[in-house]
């Protein structure tokens, strides 16, 4: 009986020590550093010029019910950028601000929420125009003025994590590309 006793505080010890522990450092940059790159792939120009040609070529997908169907401009910023953001966003939330982490945390939150703003908002704008088939120039005109309005701001957020994430990768001997 007493086996089995210390057995039981030993699982429970072990347990204890493993849930306080947090997240790893190579977790914390992938969550909070590397997911990142969603926002610079959908924050860009270029997206726009490729969902116009494929709102051109009537060929914007999206999942509905587990089939691919036919979908707006809107539909798919939405799923795609919108709901990706969100995600990453909810995961860098989820992590534990411990320590020498915490900073780093706070500076992806940071980067997630302002793209996430911009994206539930000048984006479904924009889509919108492209679903209503607005003249192109006008289209243009708002896509040059929400990377004008959001280039300097993405940017000073993007700063910021890199002057954390760097330095705690390194400290924790994790390989980054600079």
């Known amino acids: 009986m007493k086996k089995i006793y210390y ?13 306080s522990c947090g997240p790893s450092p190579k977790k914390v940059v992938a969550q909070t550093w590397l997911n990142t790159n969603n926002v610079t792939t959908y924050y860009s120009p270029k997206f726009f010029n490729e969902l116009m040609e494929k709102k051109a070529k009537n060929n914007i997908t999206v999942y509905q019910d587990g089939a691919v169907i036919k979908g707006t401009a809107v539909a798919y910023v939405q799923q795609y ?29 940071e980067v997630f929420r302002y793209s996430s703003d911009v994206f539930e908002n000048e984006y479904l704008d924009i889509a919108e125009m492209i679903d209503e088939e607005k003249p192109s120039e006008e289209i243009m005109s708002a ?32 390989a980054i590309i600079k």
Do not use: W
Not at 81 to 103: P, Q, R, Y
Not at 146 to 173: T, W
């Open 81 to 109: 950028v919108i709901a990706t953001i969100d995600e990453n966003l909810k995961k860098v939330e989820d992590l534990s601000a411990k320590g020498d982490n915490k900073e780093l945390i706070d500076a992806s939150l």
């Open 7 to 19: 057995i039981k505080c030993l699982l429970l010890i072990a347990l204890t020590g493993m849930v």
């Open 143 to 174: 896509i040059d003025d929400l990377f004008a309005k959001h280039d300097g701001e993405m940017q000073i957020r993007f700063d910021r994590l890199d002057s954390c994430a760097i330095p705690y990768a390194e400290k924790n001997n994790i």
